[in-house]
């Protein structure tokens, strides 16, 4: 067994050696005689099952707790507003002109992109539709319209 091997072993199942699977324990405690690595490891290991074990958590003060939910109410409040502040940019009863919501909707870049895939594949579809014939005679048909004659 590597010291990375036993690291992992000793993360996964804690320091006790009861708590380690049958196949990997007598690896482990073979290594834990002959490695000083792997017994610092191991006491390491053993101090924070320890500490894990005593369950000494202290309590928050009362007015550690007051002051959290003070922040947290200050935090939705200014939230709130923000958004109130988003909602009523505009005056009351007014609906914004159609050429502002469609600006306002193709001004995001997720959507010129949307609408570019869009339109590829539309046009990409409707390439294969046509016939080389129809395709020749409206080159054609483009090229001509757009020469002064």
């Known amino acids: ?25 007598q690896a482990a405690l073979s290594l834990l005689e002959i490695d000083s690595h792997a017994v610092l490891m191991h006491e390491e290991a053993m ?5 894990l074990a005593g369950g000494d958590i202290p309590k928050p003060s009362a007015q550690a707790m007051e002051n959290l939910f003070e922040d947290v109410a200050r935090h939705a409040k ?3 507003n923000r ?4 909602a009523f940019d505009r005056p009351v009863g007014v609906e914004p002109r159609l050429r502002d919501r469609l600006i306002g909707f193709w001004a995001r870049p997720s959507m010129v992109l ?3 895939a869009v339109a590829g594949v539309v046009l990409g579809v409707w390439d294969t539709w046509l ?16 020469l002064p004659l």
Request: hydrophobic letters at 40%.
């Open 78 to 80: 200014a939230e709130r």
């Open 114 to 116: 949307s609408g570019s």
């Open 83 to 86: 958004d109130m502040e988003i």
């Open 1 to 25: 067994m590597t010291l990375d091997e036993f690291q992992d072993l000793l993360d996964t199942y804690g320091g006790a050696p009861s708590g380690w699977p049958q196949d990997k324990r």
């Open 131 to 146: 016939e080389p014939a129809q395709e020749t005679f409206l080159f054609v048909e483009f090229v001509y319209s757009a």
């Open 47 to 51: 101090m924070l099952d320890g500490l």
